[in-house]
């Protein structure tokens, strides 16, 4: 039936209940040492072999503790008592796992760490009692310091969070980007200098840490970090990758002329703005000019000019205005564009500088443009690999666009809606091997910043196969998957599920011989920065994917103007479905862990542009915007708790879901919040650390009524009756849906089932602001946007206006559809 209907969008339908959390179990513990004194005099030892920290004049030492074998090393409570945790991670050997701790300790740090360990050889917990039994007491500090193996001074690599082989080799002057705690950051620069580490200007601000650059020999930076402390990690300042050679093809002036004359630019100065932070854009060509006035192109730095002398940039503007221009230029019809370009050159024209930190760059760039209020996406296709692998987990760059995108940085405090490439592959990686086989390599994961949790990151599929006759080469990829070029996540938890999205990005030619290399017909077709000497240019790969997003989530905003970033964002990435070819990678008995290769491939898909702008009679969207309290101190504690869930009871269908009976049809949910990041505790591997806050989506069972829905998922609801008990019908499940800072699942269900199930609550599970310390200063609101879908695939029936009677009568006094 045809999509032709506008979207509801429901307001003021989410009524706050009061939550707490079911917890599960506690964590494990380790096994008892064998000899328990022994075990002790070993780690004292070690302790009495540390540098004196008092007679050295040291802030405290650096240790690196390792855990024992197939253990758990006890970091909570290793990070109290004056030793700050500062990085964990595990090695497997032999099927074992290692774990290990990178920690300050201060001089008292350390002697609260030696009366715990002689606690634990000479002190018992008292005995308690137990169901009538009588259990004896442990050793004190027996979960700390069982997981103990072994206590060294840290090195210089035991701080350093980027890969392991990025690590400088020689000792040479080098750049580091140095995280140093935020009240002692100015003292660490203030007296740097005398250890021969000269720190740059530029400064990104987290919440618990302060980044800089510094210049430095490895042993220079050594003594600096031992002698002053503050350092709470190490890494390799990110540069960007290099831009890519379009391959130009020679095209005549009149084909613009004609172009020019056919496009209508119904863009206004209060429409839609694509804001490309990227090489700048060249105003010379034709149908760039209309949309991009002088005042509106800008650099990061006001000594770098503006126009662009690369080309990428233009070749961009041309996606983001028109997309691949070839069916435009071979069709006579008119063409319409309907929002405008904003351009700012994110790098000089001499190439990148390897002293910057590029989060100050891109924030710079930001705030260069935002001195005028407007609507925009911005657009950002540079990326690199200096952090591959990072395995998802943040970096200073994708911090700080995470950042800029909850609002939390920049001149204006206010979120914004960010596109990134996922990054190019290499061609010459490729072998006479099946190509997937090469994007799936974990080196080739997508390229930083584009794992930044808020941001929309576009990967490349492609629908281009056709290749000239007679000239022996084939196309690499089939028609509808992963474009040759396009980055994957090597990832399968924790971090956010990456790309996003995938749009056509082109494909590669093969011969004989490897590598596989771009062709014309393969590419997609732009304007070239060189006009009039040169009027269209071939462009390709994740960057002009990503212009075409770009185009296309402008358009949908332009649309639906009163909807947040966070909703935007949501109503395009859950419209997305996989192709059939990428379809064919499921086994033919697939579970929810089948998914996981077709989400590091292409993410949700490929978005479907109606889909996300319309309804059908048989095929609607709800469309909610909220606020939530996820945090609040407890009156009877005093301690940090959940505060509240927000429950919706959905204007539904009932009666046409009924008449539909057994017949299956689908619901797709998409929760979307932009949280506000705290990279200190990313090296921990906790999502529940990085994220400000972490939202949640509930769905009742059929035959579930609000007091059993809200008591099984509440400690603070009262359950009633008997608990419902179902079958799990979603079809990503958990492990899939819960990551990051947008969440979608779907199930398909009978439609009289789907009657009964109206009833969705949001609830937050932990997050860095649930803190004592934060809620002090006061609770935090955390926006959401929730989506919901209700598709009969195909079947016919009328589900829309039986939905609009209802919300009208929720809402009589003011327009519910947008």
């Not at 050997?93 to 030696?114: D, I």
């Not at 024209?349 to 760039?365: E, I, Y």
């Not at 596989?516 to 732009?526: A, M």
Request: some cysteine; charged content about 20%; hydrophobic content about 40%.
């Amino acid at each position: 039936m045809p999509r032709n209907l506008p979207h509801f969008l429901l307001k003021d339908l989410g009524k706050p209940h009061p939550f707490r959390a079911k917890g599960g179990g506690g964590g494990k513990t380790p096994s008892d040492v064998l000899n328990r004194s022994g075990h002790a005099q070993a780690l004292l030892q070690a302790i009495d072999q540390l540098p004196a920290i008092t007679t050295d004049g040291l802030p405290g030492v650096y240790l690196e503790v390792k855990g024992r074998p197939g253990e758990p090393l006890a970091k909570d409570s290793l990070g109290s008592s004056g030793i700050e945790l500062l990085r964990s991670a595990a090695e497997v050997v032999n099927g074992s796992t290692t774990e290990t701790a990178t920690v300050f300790a201060t001089a008292q740090g350390v002697e609260n760490l030696r009366k715990k360990i002689e606690k634990f050889e000479t002190e018992d917990t008292p005995d308690r009692e137990k169901d009538g039994e009588i259990i004896p007491g442990r050793p004190k500090n027996a979960t700390l310091v069982q997981s103990l193996a072994a206590i060294t001074e840290a090195g210089l690599r035991a701080l350093w969070r980027g890969p392991q082989e990025k690590f400088p080799a020689g000792n040479g002057a080098t750049h580091w980007e140095i995280w140093l705690e935020p009240g002692e950051a100015e003292a660490f620069i203030a007296q740097a200098a005398a250890y021969q580490v000269q720190i740059g200007t530029e400064r990104l601000h987290f919440p618990e840490d302060v980044v800089v650059i510094g210049l430095a020999t490895r042993d220079h930076i050594a003594l600096a970090v031992r002698r002053l402390g503050s350092v709470r990690a190490l890494a390799a300042p990110a540069v960007t990758a290099d831009f890519f050679d379009a391959l130009e093809v020679q095209e005549q002036a009149a084909w613009v002329e004609d172009l020019a004359q056919r496009t209508t630019y119904a863009g206004g100065l209060n429409g839609g703005y694509v804001t490309l932070l990227d090489t700048g854009v060249s105003r010379a060509h034709p149908l760039i000019a209309p949309v991009l006035p002088s005042q509106d192109r800008h650099a990061a730095d006001p000594a770098w000019g503006l126009d662009d002398m690369k080309g990428h940039g233009t070749q961009l503007a041309g996606l983001a205005l028109f997309g691949d221009l070839t069916p435009d230029l071979q069709s006579a019809m008119p063409v319409t564009v309907s929002h405008r370009l904003e351009s700012v050159k994110l790098m000089p024209d001499g190439g990148p500088n390897p002293h910057h930190l590029l989060g100050v760059v891109t924030r710079r760039a930001i705030n260069t443009v935002e001195h005028t209020v407007r609507r925009r996406t911005f657009m950002m296709a540079v990326t690199t690999d200096e952090d591959t692998p990072h395995d998802g987990a943040p970096t200073s760059w994708s911090t700080e666009v995470d950042q800029l995108a909850a609002g939390v940085s920049g001149d204006r405090a206010a979120p914004r809606l960010i596109l990134i490439s996922a990054g190019n592959t290499n061609n010459s990686m490729f072998t006479a091997g099946h190509y997937l086989d090469i994007c799936d390599l974990p080196k080739n994961e997508l390229e930083s910043p584009a794992q930044a949790w808020n941001a929309i990151s576009v990967g490349a599929y492609t629908e281009k196969t056709m290749l000239p006759p007679n000239e022996g080469l084939t196309s690499v990829a089939p028609f509808g998957d992963l474009s040759p070029s396009s980055r994957t996540a090597s990832w399968t938890s924790t971090w956010p599920l990456k790309p996003d999205i995938v749009l056509e990005g082109g494909n590669w030619a093969a011969d004989n011989l490897p590598p596989p290399l771009r062709h014309g017909w393969l590419s997609l077709l732009t304007t070239h920065h060189a006009y009039p000497q040169r009027s269209f240019s071939f462009t390709h790969d994740t960057s002009a994917a990503t212009a075409i997003a770009a185009k296309q989530i402008t358009e949908l905003w332009s649309e639906y103007p009163l909807l947040w970033p966070e909703t935007v964002r949501a109503l395009y990435v859950a419209s997305a479905r996989w192709t059939p070819q990428m379809q064919s990678h499921l086994p033919a008995n697939s579970n929810k862990g089948s998914y996981a290769r077709l989400f590091q491939r292409y993410g949700y898909g490929v978005p479907d542009l109606e889909r996300a702008h319309r309804s059908a009679s048989n095929a609607l969207a709800l469309i909610v915007q909220d606020i939530i309290v996820p945090y609040g101190l407890s009156e009877q504690t005093g301690g940090d708790v959940h505060k509240e869930m927000r429950l919706f009871t959905l204007p539904w269908p009932v009666e046409e879901l009924r008449k539909l009976g057994t017949a299956n049809v689908t619901l797709r949910v998409a929760l979307s919040s932009f949280v506000a990041p705290n990279p200190a505790e990313a090296a921990r591997g906790s999502r529940y650390r990085y994220a400000s806050h972490n939202l949640r989506f509930k769905l009742n069972r059929a035959g579930e009524n609000a007091q059993q829905f809200m008591a099984r998922i509440s400690k603070a609801v009262e359950p009633v009756g008997p608990q419902v008990e179902e079958e799990d019908l979603w079809d990503f499940g958990s492990i899939r849906r819960d990551v990051g800072s947008l969440h979608i699942d779907q199930l398909t269900c009978r439609a009289s089932d789907l009657a009964r199930r109206n009833l969705l609550a949001i609830h937050p599970v932990a997050g860095w602001w649930k803190s004592k310390k934060i809620l002090e200063e006061g609770e935090k609101e955390a926006r959401f946007a929730l989506i919901v879908e209700i598709d009969t695939q195909g079947i016919e029936a009328d589900l829309y206006t039986e939905v609009h009677a209802a919300v009208t009568v929720l809402n009589a006094t003011q327009p519910v559809i947008i």
